[in-house]
């Protein structure tokens, strides 16, 4: 089994992919203030969470994927397959 990567070899590794990403949802948002109604879209609830998920990347840690994960994700309810 191989060694795991150093963090700046990783950083070179995805550098250029998560700079793409980044440039991607920052043209997305300009799009969304640009359009008609931008308003309207900054009011919405899902906005609200993309908005979240971008102050969760902002933060350090080792678990953004995942509070980003439940950000997203439905609260778990119990039987949820279950026929009534």
Known sequence: M?????APAVLDRVYLEVRCKLLDI???????SRSEGAGTAEADPRMAQLLR???ILGQGGTDRAEQIQMLFSDAYVPNWSRKN
């Open 26 to 32: 920052a043209a997305s948002l300009d799009r969304i």
């Open 53 to 55: 998920g971008l102050e």
């Open 2 to 6: 191989s060694a795991p990567l150093t």
